[in-house]
């Protein structure tokens, strides 16, 4: 038999609920007898009688354990996260930090470093022993730094690529900043190649693409008069290290290539000693396409070697220029391949639905006969591969 | 025997595509053919965004019908019989007269003469109206 853990008859519950479960179960009020219940509400809407108590989240009195003492090594202030709430976290919640410093730099254990005019202070020597000499040589001209000024320049340089200022040894990669992502998009307006674009700003081909995505659509929406949410965007940038749009614009290595599943497992091969090997014969060897190829920027190997043989520079102009149009043809050419297709077609309009009316040539159109799908079999995706838009 | 150009389905349940096919009349719907020369989706597609013209003219979903029109009209020609659907696909690449007339288009021209009866009325301006303050 269960035992009954709200006897109605007795008077008392001491001799059903053990005596240690009364003094801090939240479900007491429900376990006691009517009116004693009664009894024990009243008592806990009594004002707190101790000072300490003077937390909202909790009336009972702490106990004299160690699971109640953790919380309470400031009695009444959370461990000090009151404090540091009223104090630090307003500075902290900055979405426009100055000279696009991020705001956690200011959180660090050092705070941001301060100019200091005597030059007494360990970290600003050297640049106080410039300034002093300069001093020497032209009494009273330079202006002396005033005391307590943020250094930025210091600041910018000791800029880490770490968002969690006690915890240095996580780096993150930088966010591309909004100047950035401007000057990618103006400049593919101007009709330049994604791939261009991507080795004049120093940023992959698939960032320059997505980012050119996205700024169409935010176009869209300006033009719909739609609001564009940059809080989470602003606050971002506050929070997290930005590459910024500099005269040499450096975001990220543009040449990293994508691990290719063949090569992950060992391959050996008799090669005669005198042959050399190179990474095409490699690429062969592996059943893929040379490394030359499958790069981002297969392009910029052809300009190094250029530059090493010592080729002017209105010849390697020059042969870029005439890749580039080769380029653009091709991608013409298939335009218009594409166009032609649907040309070829003719559209009827009814009520309901529009039917797409495409030529076909007999043998080559249909489903065949006999060919069991293969649908169900083992290792066939389903999933779709790829957004089509 | 007669020849026939029917359907003949394919796909899986709840999910048909059609081949345009060419045979006896008499043998098994989805029985090897004597020739395929299109294909027929009767389940409607939502245009792509990008396939739009962006003026907003039509949204309709699309069905799509692949036909070899040449293959078509020579087994025309020869006597072979379209089944009903066939014969709809057919007169929308203008190839046979379509077999039933819309009923509805007479009363669509009545509306559009009414509609363009309506345009006509000029709606003069109220001359009791006072004139703004430029005159």
Known sequence: ????????????????????????SPLLPFLLPLPLRNSMLALSRQPPSSPSSSRQFSTSKPLASSRYRR???TPGRRNGFIDWM?????????????????????????????????GDSTPKREFDDQGNAIDSDKP?????????????????????????????????????????REQIYSRIKMGRSVRRVSAELNCELERVAAVVRLKEIERMWEDQNRPLCTEMQTRVHALMPVSHFTDMPQHESITDMRIHPATNNQLFLAVPESMPFSRKDAG????????????????????????IEGK??????????????????????????????????TVVETDRFQFRLKPAVTGLVGFRYGVPHDDRSRGVVKIPKRVVV | ????????????????????????????????????????DPIPKAQLPSESTGDGSSQKPVKEIQLDVARAKYWLGVGAQPSDPV?????????????????????????????????????????????????
Do not use: C
């Not at chain 1, 062969?284 to 530059?307: F, K, S, Y």
């Not at chain 1, 010849?315 to 335009?335: G, L, N, S, T, Y």
């Not at chain 2, 288009?105 to 000029?122: G, M, S, T």
């Open chain 1, 1 to 24: 038999m269960p035992p009954r853990l709200r006897p109605s008859s007795l008077t008392s519950t001491a001799n059903v609920i053990p005596q240690s479960l009364i003094s801090n």
């Open chain 1, 71 to 73: 919380f309470e090594k």
């Open chain 1, 86 to 118: 009223r104090d630090v976290a307003p500075l902290l919640n900055n979405p426009t930090p100055l000279r696009n410093i991020p705001t956690y730099m200011s959180y660090k254990p050092q705070p941001l470093p301060r100019k200091d005019g005597q």
């Open chain 1, 140 to 180: 009273r001209r330079v202006k002396r730094p005033k005391a307590d000024e943020v250094d930025w320049e210091r600041a910018m340089s000791e800029m880490s690529l770490s968002p969690f200022p006690t915890n240095p040894s996580f780096e993150v990669h930088p966010v591309i900043s909004t100047e950035f």
């Open chain 1, 284 to 307: 062969d060897a592996l059943g893929i396409l040379p490394a030359d190829q499958r790069m981002p920027h297969g392009e910029l190997i052809e300009v190094e070697r250029m530059r």
């Open chain 1, 312 to 345: 002017s520079m209105e010849e390697m102009v020059e042969v870029e220029r005439q890749r580039e149009e080769a380029e653009f043809q091709a991608a013409q050419a298939k335009q218009e391949r594409v166009a032609a297709k649907k040309k070829a077609e």
């Open chain 2, 1 to 40: 025997m007669v020849v026939r150009l029917r359907l003949a389905r394919f796909g899986k349940r709840n999910n048909p595509i059609y081949n345009i096919v060419v045979s006896q009349a008499r043998t098994a719907r989805d029985s090897k053919p004597m020739e395929i020369i299109g294909t027929y």
């Open chain 2, 87 to 135: 014969w709809r696909l057919f007169a929308m690449f203008g190839l046979i007269e379509p077999q039933w007339k819309v009923a509805r288009i007479p009363a669509q021209q009545e509306d559009r003469a009414v509609y363009e009866k309506i345009r006509k009325i000029k709606i003069l301006p109220d001359k009791a109206a006072p004139k703004s303050g430029s005159s």
